[in-house]
């Protein structure tokens, strides 16, 4: 049997390399890795590679940053090219980017089965771009595993209930393995930081940072929160953040920061476990800060992870409220720690195993 993944943004290579490595323990397949270049800098894309020794992908598609339509479309043609020459006999697509959606298309207009990895997560708004990848991913998809039931509700509300299973979430499954390389040390050490004395902060949604008018109370939230606590803030930054608030003019709201370069995913856990509390948009992120048993405040109107809201571990915050509500965040600091919210670590053994299956039928 051949399988492909296709990934291309950030999130995505840290979930392939957990199903990777299972489907290396199988022996069965010929596992095909294909990056689509939608994340291309160094620190956004090769530090993932060499960190969580992901093999090379064999194909690179190179498509680089556009507009929505351009970038889909580009990985789309691309991709293709790729099914038509390697025949395989299921795609792996991950999450609910611009890459999962174009590689979902493209295998299903060639009659390839869809195995999609983080199926069935939905929220608002609904034009949000990754919640049109999601929903129109899923509808594509003959195999949909689920990080959790409300995920496997959402599908059957839409009818989709041949195929869904719910395995649990890879990033736990990846966290958990990682977790005894994580540098928190180090990245102490590096900022000269003791251990509780920062926020983790990170963001990059398009509705929070692409106009300046989200962004700005977002960015006086923050120095409100750290003014209010004493606490410090460390903000590794997306590329894309960085380039709107120089466009902004806002640099000056960063003087009080501790700003750094987009950083590798043992670093990243190392910031988590040494922080205080963590203020996100990235879905991944506040999913990770519930494993580490930080508390985060989720800088969005809702999310998919309602699960972790809903035990009230993590706050929603919405980005217009970020400067009244987030200075007054540590106030719900002592709740009870949610257990097993998204499965047990082993969500990619369960996702191997079901794709063996569907395959030997
Ligand atoms: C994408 C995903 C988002 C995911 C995020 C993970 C879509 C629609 N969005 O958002 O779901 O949460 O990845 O990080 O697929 N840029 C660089 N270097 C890079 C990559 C991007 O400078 O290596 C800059 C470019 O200016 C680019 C901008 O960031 O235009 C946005 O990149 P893009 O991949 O379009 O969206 P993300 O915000 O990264
Ligand atoms: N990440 C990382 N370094 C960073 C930011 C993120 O290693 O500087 C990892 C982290 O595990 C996170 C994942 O990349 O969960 C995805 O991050 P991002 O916020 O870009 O994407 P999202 O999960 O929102 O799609």
Same mark, same amino acid.
């Given at each position: 049997n051949t399988i492909i993944s296709l990934v291309g943004a950030r999130p995505q290579f840290i979930k392939e390399a957990v199903i990777a490595s299972e489907v290396h323990k199988t022996n069965a397949w010929n596992h095909i890795l294909v990056h689509s270049g939608q994340h291309y800098d160094v620190n956004m894309s090769d530090l993932f590679f060499e960190e969580l020794q992901i093999p090379t992908p064999k194909y690179f598609l190179e498509v680089g940053s556009s507009s929505h339509g351009k970038q889909t479309a580009a990985v789309l043609e691309k991709f293709e090219d790729i099914l038509l020459q390697e025949k395989p006999d299921l795609v792996l697509v991950y999450g609910d980017t611009n890459t999962t959606v174009a590689g979902a298309l493209a295998a299903a207009k060639l009659n390839i089965p869809v195995a999609h990895i983080e199926a069935g997560m939905r929220q608002y708004p609904k034009n949000m771009p990754e919640e049109v990848n999601r929903v129109v991913t899923d509808h594509l998809s003959s195999l949909l595993f689920?990080? *959790?039931?409300?995920?496997?509700? +959402?599908?059957?509300?839409?009818?989709?209930? *041949?195929?869904?299973? &719910? /395995?649990?979430? $890879?990033?736990?499954?990846?966290?958990?393995?990682?977790?005894?390389?994580?540098?928190?040390?180090?990245?102490?050490? +590096?900022?000269?930081?003791?251990?509780?004395?920062? &926020?983790?902060?990170?963001?990059?949604?398009?509705?929070? $940072?692409?106009n300046k008018e989200s962004l700005l109370p977002i960015l006086e939230g923050l120095n409100?929160? /750290?003014?209010?606590?004493?606490? *410090? &803030? $460390?903000?590794?930054?997306?590329?894309?953040?960085?380039?709107? &608030?120089?466009?902004?003019?806002?640099?000056?709201?960063?003087? *009080?920061?501790?700003i750094v370069e987009p950083v590798g995913y043992l670093e990243l856990m190392g910031l988590l476990e040494g922080c205080s509390n963590v203020v996100t948009d990235s879905g991944g992120l506040q999913k990770e800060a519930y494993y580490a048993k930080k508390q985060a405040a989720v800088i969005m109107p809702d999310t998919g992870w309602k699960e972790i809201i809903e035990s009230g571990w993590n706050q929603l915050v919405p980005g217009n409220a970020a400067k009244e509500l987030l200075p007054r965040i540590l106030e719900n600091k002592f709740i009870a720690y949610p257990v097993n919210l998204y499965g047990d670590g082993n969500a990619a053994k369960a996702i191997v195993k079901n794709i063996m299956t569907y395959l030997n039928k």
């Open positions: 689920c990080c *959790s039931e409300l995920s496997y509700q +959402n599908l059957q509300r839409e009818n989709i209930t *041949s195929g869904v299973y &719910i /395995a649990g979430d $890879v990033m736990y499954d990846l966290f958990l393995r990682m977790k005894p390389r994580f540098l928190k040390d180090k990245m102490l050490q +590096n900022l000269t930081l003791h251990e509780g004395e920062y &926020i983790l902060v990170t963001l990059h949604r398009d509705f929070n $940072v692409d409100d929160y /750290a003014k209010m606590t004493g606490l *410090s &803030i $460390v903000f590794p930054m997306h590329p894309r953040t960085r380039k709107r &608030i120089e466009e902004f003019d806002l640099a000056t709201y960063l003087d *009080s920061m501790n």
